[in-house]
């Protein structure tokens, strides 16, 4: 990848990826123990479920992987592009989520699935709207990807070959994000139980704001200066 990064897509890539980590580990701990921030988990447990016979277990499974599907969705109805370019309306999905997270709490205090659909939709939502940039895969509610590339890089490393840095330094910022969303997430989980999805909600929504307020400031200086007419011509004389 041998274009710069802008400065947005960086924050905005590791504060998603910390509150995806946060969303995942409360929906973890939760009484379901349910991962809801991706469906590599999730497809592996209906498997073992269709195996077994489970068939609440398969409805509940089959249900968080409909939910994450209509989250990215939404956001492809919503900002109609799969590469990330500053104008798009990523504060209207960001504004939807937080809602969804902030919907998910008393689901969760009844112990009702639906909490965990609507945090799943979430995620959705938000992995969908983070997707390329300038050749780098950016996946901020998983990190197999991330890993992936990390071991590419030492294996271009070991063979002498140039290596990404652009890239090998997205992946360890958008895991040391997620790693550091899931210890927050545990904390507190445990001092405000589902309570606590409020916080990524508050932070996802202050996330759009930040992203509007920037994104219109940028905007704004990029647009050329209409310069005044030149009123010091002389007007012309009468024939």
Same mark, same amino acid.
């Given at each position: 990848m041998g274009v710069q990064l802008p400065r947005w897509v960086w924050v905005g890539a590791v504060t998603l990826a910390c509150i995806a980590g946060m969303v995942?580990?409360?929906g973890y701990l939760?009484?379901?123990?349910?991962?809801?921030? @991706? /469906? =590599? #988990?999730t497809t592996t447990l209906l498997g073992a479920s269709l195996a077994g016979g489970d068939w609440r277990s398969v409805g509940h499974l089959w249900a968080v992987l409909i939910a994450f599907s209509l989250g990215a969705t939404i956001s492809g109805l919503i900002i109609q592009d799969s590469t990330l370019r500053l104008g798009r309306r990523y504060g209207v999905v960001l504004a939807?989520?937080?809602?969804?997270?902030?919907?998910s709490v008393p689901m969760f205090e009844n112990r009702q699935i639906f909490g965990a659909l609507l945090a799943s939709t979430a995620c959705g939502l938000q992995?969908?709207?983070?997707?390329?940039?300038?050749?780098?895969?950016?996946?901020?509610? @998983? /990190? =197999? #990807?991330?890993?992936?590339?990390l071991g590419i890089g030492l294996g271009h490393l070991l063979r002498g070959m140039?290596?990404?840095?652009?890239?090998?330094?997205?992946s360890g910022l958008i895991i040391s994000g997620f790693l550091g969303g899931g210890i927050l997430g545990a904390w507190a989980f445990r001092a405000w139980h589902y309570k606590a999805l409020l916080v990524p909600a508050t932070l996802t929504g202050l996330t759009g704001i930040g992203?509007?307020?920037y994104r219109n400031?940028?905007?704004?200086?990029?647009?050329?200066k209409?310069?005044?007419?030149?009123?010091?011509?002389?007007?012309l004389q009468p024939r």
């Open positions: 995942n580990a409360i939760g009484f379901e123990h349910q991962a809801v921030s @991706h /469906l =590599t #988990g939807i989520e937080a809602l969804l997270l902030a919907a992995n969908a709207m983070v997707t390329t940039y300038s050749g780098a895969i950016v996946r901020t509610t @998983h /990190l =197999t #990807g991330m890993f992936t590339d140039p290596l990404p840095m652009r890239r090998l330094t997205l992203y509007v307020v400031w940028t905007l704004r200086r990029s647009r050329p209409q310069t005044a007419p030149d009123r010091t011509r002389e007007p």
